[in-house]
């Protein structure tokens, strides 16, 4: 049963910390996606990979927000520092084909920043 | 702004009946798609319909589609309890930035 896998399921934070978060995508999806959700502003694409390189990151905040796939099977998404801004819930996707095709998620990562 | 807009924003039936919501975009599509998140999970992708399409079928689901309203509409037949969920319709467009952009969704409860 292929699913994506993200960890931590569930992080409180201090503001000013670092977070990192972990996506593994299902084997052989080469297009990952970075989302967050939050109440106010709903489903938000923050970035998405294409066979590792990143291909539209211009949902991100630069300054405090990185992403990256060292591998294959391994995203990560980094907040440095974090603010309480950033608590949400954040999502990765992936699939074979691109951004415009149909999309499997993740459990997500809940994020608190307190 | 939300390219694709739910329609209502929460909607509540008994069990058995049907259940619509309604998504209307802003400017031409590639594709719509309506993805289900049950409280706490991801979203599972449920159906996609093209621009050259006006209606699918999967299951107990029925999506169609007009482009020159720029709507869609998701009908879920004999609703299970097991329905209850948010659903989000998300637009791919045809020109512009190369994503999937997710409406604010329709909050579903069935009742048993």
């Known amino acids: 049963d292929a699913r994506v896998t993200q960890t931590p399921r569930h992080k409180v934070t201090e503001m000013g910390q670092e977070v990192t978060m972990r996506c593994q995508p299902i084997?052989?999806?080469?297009?990952v996606f970075w989302y967050r959700q939050t109440m106010m502003q709903g489903l938000e694409l923050l970035a998405y990979f294409r066979n590792r390189a990143p291909l539209d990151d211009s949902g991100m905040p630069k300054d405090r927000f990185s992403a990256e796939m060292p591998d294959a099977t391994l995203a990560t998404l980094k907040i440095q520092p974090s603010e309480p801004r950033d608590s949400a819930v954040y999502f990765c996707?992936?699939?074979?084909?691109?951004?415009?095709?149909?999309?499997?998620f993740g459990p997500g990562t809940r994020l608190t920043v307190t | 702004s939300q390219q694709g807009e739910e329609d209502p924003q929460a909607l509540s039936i008994q069990e058995g009946e049907n259940a619509t919501m309604n998504c209307s975009y802003k400017t031409s599509i590639n594709n719509l798609q309506w993805y289900r998140q049950n409280s706490g999970r991801g979203l599972v992708h449920l159906i996609l319909i093209r621009s050259n399409e006006r209606e699918k079928h999967s299951g107990r689901l029925r999506v169609t589609l007009d482009t020159s309203k720029k709507s869609s509409s998701l009908l879920i037949t004999a609703s299970r309890a097991a329905d209850t969920a948010s659903y989000f319709c998300?637009?791919?467009?045809?020109?512009?930035?190369?994503?999937?952009?997710f409406g604010s969704g329709t909050r579903l409860q069935v009742q048993p």
């Open positions: 084997l052989g999806h080469n297009t």
């Open positions: 998300a637009t791919a467009r045809d020109t512009g930035r190369r994503a999937l952009t």
């Open positions: 996707a992936g699939n074979a084909g691109g951004p415009l095709d149909e999309q499997y």
